[in-house]
């Protein structure tokens, strides 16, 4: 059996739950879990030491880490990392730091696994926006992301010591700043619970209904191409499809979104499905689990107050 290396998956500067998914994924395709957590201060990596079913933890130490660029990233981490089958997230950073990694190696790289069996020598994943499976043989090494809320994560009773390795000398170029939009809400690849709106929305003025009811479910706000493309405050990093995130929630709720092809690529996984929509026709009724058949105006007003009889 090969040797696994998990990249840890960070969100704001600590090690993402889903790190945890992702040794899972690791411990059925091989063995002998090296953990690599990408930082530019080694204190982060604690916090993974208690993962269970890793059997190393390296702390690639770099100010490379500091912004996301795919080529400094894939040559700090290369630098660091043993040989073996490498297994990252399926964000939308780190399928791209995925496949530049595979291409460094010159090994495979298989994409939003969702499934492993055979010993770990097949792998199942999404292929024409969802549509349709596809299952691979893995025959040598090679670098597999892997979709979050898919693998049960492993539990936080284990012990591994952090070896920190500086990784700065190995590097020829690296992203000094980045600046973004500033944004205090959850990301929709973190969250379990997400509520999207669509064109229906009449404005973008009107997401404010949404994020009183994210706010009180915990969850992130989305939405559709439509939405982002015809409104300058809504930023792309909402957006949910097949050109923007692929998101793997408990709960989905999309409000005054039609429910195209390109949309359900990106969420059509989620476990629950609830649609708001005024027309009983619109093609995201047969997806959901739930269906509203009323408008956002109608139906917003009455979920969010039934939430704070039920939640306080
Ligand atoms: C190559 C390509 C890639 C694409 N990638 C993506 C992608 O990543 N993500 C994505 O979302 N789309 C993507 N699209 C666009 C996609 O085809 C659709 O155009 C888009 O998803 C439609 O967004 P929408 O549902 O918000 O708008 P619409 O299709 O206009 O639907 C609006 C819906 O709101 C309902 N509505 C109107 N008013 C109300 C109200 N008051 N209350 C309740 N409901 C109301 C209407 O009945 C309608 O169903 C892509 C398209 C292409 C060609």
């Not at 998990?6 to 395709?29: M, R």
């Not at 291409?103 to 994943?125: F, K, P, Y």
């Not at 700065?168 to 992203?175: D, K, P």
């Given at each position: 059996?090969?040797?696994?290396?998990?990249?840890?998956?960070?969100?704001?500067?600590?090690?993402?739950?889903?790190?945890?998914?992702?040794?899972?994924?690791?411990?059925?395709?091989?063995?002998?879990?090296?953990?690599?957590?990408?930082?530019?201060?080694?204190?982060?990596?604690?916090?993974?030491?208690?993962?269970?079913?890793?059997?190393?933890?390296?702390?690639?130490?770099?100010?490379?880490?500091?912004?996301?660029?795919?080529?400094?990233?894939?040559?700090?981490?290369?630098?660091?990392?043993?040989?073996?089958?490498?297994?990252?997230?399926?964000?939308?950073?780190?399928?791209d730091l995925a496949a530049r990694l595979?291409?460094?190696?010159?090994?495979?790289?298989?994409?939003?696994?969702?499934?492993?069996?055979?010993?770990?020598?097949?792998?199942?994943?999404?292929?024409?926006?969802?549509?349709?499976?596809?299952?691979?043989?893995?025959?040598?090494?090679?670098?597999?992301?892997?979709?979050?809320?898919?693998?049960s994560p492993a539990d936080n009773s284990?012990?591994?010591?952090?070896?920190?390795?500086?990784?700065?000398?190995?590097?020829?170029?690296?992203?000094?700043?980045?600046?973004?939009?500033?944004?205090?809400?959850?990301?929709?690849?973190?969250?379990?619970?997400?509520?999207?709106?669509?064109?229906?929305?009449?404005?973008?003025?009107?997401?404010?209904?949404?994020?009183?009811?994210?706010?009180?479910?915990?969850?992130?706000?989305?939405?559709?191409?439509?939405?982002?493309?015809?409104?300058?405050?809504?930023?792309?990093?909402?957006?949910?499809?097949?050109?923007?995130?692929?998101?793997?929630?408990?709960?989905?709720?999309?409000?005054?979104i039609s429910g195209a092809i390109q949309?359900?690529?990106?969420?059509?996984?989620?476990?629950?499905?609830?649609?708001?929509?005024?027309?009983?026709?619109?093609?995201?009724?047969?997806?959901?689990?739930?269906?509203?058949?009323?408008?956002?105006?109608?139906?917003?007003?009455?979920?969010?107050?039934?939430?704070?009889?039920?939640?306080?």
């Amino acid at each position: 059996m090969s040797d696994t290396i998990v990249i840890a998956e960070l969100s704001k500067g600590k090690i993402s739950a889903i790190t945890n998914e992702l040794v899972t994924a690791a411990n059925q395709l091989g063995s002998n879990c090296t953990l690599v957590v990408p930082c530019n201060d080694s204190a982060i990596a604690n916090d993974a030491s208690s993962i269970s079913g890793v059997s190393k933890i390296i702390a690639a130490k770099s100010g490379v880490f500091s912004n996301y660029d795919a080529a400094s990233w894939a040559e700090a981490l290369d630098a660091v990392s043993p040989s073996g089958i490498i297994v990252t997230s399926a964000s939308t950073q780190s399928k791209d730091l995925a496949a530049r990694l595979a291409a460094r190696r010159t090994i495979s790289v298989v994409q939003d696994v969702v499934e492993i069996s055979n010993d770990g020598t097949v792998l199942t994943s999404p292929v024409y926006s969802g549509k349709a499976l596809q299952s691979v043989k893995l025959s040598s090494d090679a670098v597999v992301s892997v979709r979050a809320n898919v693998f049960s994560p492993a539990d936080n009773s284990g012990s591994s010591e952090v070896q920190v390795i500086d990784t700065s000398g190995n590097v020829t170029t690296a992203l000094k700043e980045m600046v973004q939009r500033a944004s205090e809400r959850l990301d929709v690849s973190e969250a379990n619970i997400i509520i999207s709106g669509g064109r229906g929305m009449g404005n973008p003025g009107n997401f404010s209904h949404l994020e009183e009811i994210a706010d009180k479910l915990g969850a992130a706000v989305g939405a559709s191409r439509a939405a982002v493309d015809t409104w300058d405050e809504i930023p792309h990093s909402m957006q949910v499809g097949q050109t923007g995130k692929t998101v793997n929630p408990n709960l989905y709720i999309a409000v005054g979104i039609s429910g195209a092809i390109q949309h359900l690529a990106g969420m059509r996984s989620s476990k629950y499905i609830v649609a708001i929509n005024k027309d009983a026709d619109a093609p995201i009724f047969q997806h959901a689990d739930y269906g509203i058949v009323a408008t956002w105006e109608e139906a917003l007003p009455i979920l969010s107050s039934s939430l704070s009889n039920l939640l306080g």
